[in-house]
């Protein structure tokens, strides 16, 4: 099985900006909205790290810094599926773009 596309390329990813984000700790999750296509996005705590990494890197610098974060906690699939699932789910959502 080969890589998704935004861990291939050499893309930029960032936080879209024209949507909002709110951190809802006491929730566990950060909600988001998108004012271009109405609708408030639900990130789990997953999505939620997943994001802030969104910062202007590549999609194999976010997936590093991601793994480093999670170093020991979960194993190397499930690790990659959790980052996969939500990049795949910020980017459909418009929560991310690339740079």
Excluded at 43 to 53: F, H, R, S, T
Excluded at 57 to 64: E, L, M, R, V
Excluded at 68 to 90: D, H, Y
Aim: charged share 20%; with cysteine; glycine share 8%.
């Amino acid at each position: 099985m080969s890589d998704p596309p935004y861990r291939q390329r050499a893309d930029c990813y960032e936080q879209s900006p024209t949507a909002r984000f709110r951190p809802v700790p006491e929730w566990n999750c950060m909600l988001a909205y998108t004012p271009y296509k109405p609708a408030i996005h639900y990130l789990n705590p997953v999505a939620w790290v997943v994001v802030e990494l969104c910062d202007g890197s590549s999609g194999p610098q976010i997936y590093a810094s991601f793994k480093e974060l999670n170093k020991g906690r979960i194993g190397e699939p499930e690790l990659q599926e959790a980052f996969e699932s939500a990049m795949g789910q910020l980017l459909e959502g418009g929560l991310v773009s690339t740079a």
